[in-house]
């Protein structure tokens, strides 16, 4: 069974960086579309970005667009979520999904089918 696991989270000020991984096991990430989402105390999980199999499609979120940039290593069976110029609402645990799927285009509304435990992001002063 594919799992995965995320990393990379942790307390960063306003305006500051931070880079997620997203490692997989048990199966290659091939075959998989790959979506990050984050859910803030008190609100509903949102998508925030996806990679289509080869990184051909690729979405954000209005609200992580020109700050977020997602990215893949077949060979590492790893995805990133690059982070920049973070502000306090994205505080968040942030979770990485697979989906198994021919569909060359990704989707964050789309099920996926298998989820990491999640990484706690702060942004804080």
């Known amino acids: 069974q594919l799992q995965l696991v995320e990393s990379g989270g942790g307390l960063v000020q306003p305006g500051g960086s931070l880079r997620l991984s997203c490692t997989a096991s048990?199966?290659?990430?091939?075959?998989?579309?790959i979506g990050w989402f984050r859910q803030a105390p008190g609100k509903e999980r949102e998508g925030v970005s996806c990679?289509?199999?080869?990184?051909?499609?690729?979405k954000y979120a209005d609200s992580v667009k020109g700050r977020f940039t997602i990215s893949r290593d077949n060979a590492k069976n790893t995805i990133y979520l690059q982070m920049n110029n973070l502000k306090p609402e994205d505080t968040a645990i942030y979770y990485c999904?697979?989906?198994?799927?021919?569909?060359?285009?990704?989707?964050?509304?789309?099920?996926?089918?298998?989820w990491g435990q999640g990484t706690q992001v702060t942004v804080s002063s």
């Open positions: 999904a697979a989906r198994r799927t021919t569909q060359s285009v990704c989707a964050m509304t789309a099920p996926y089918d298998y």
């Open positions: 048990g199966y290659t990430l091939d075959y998989y579309h």
């Open positions: 990679i289509s199999r080869y990184g051909g499609s690729r």
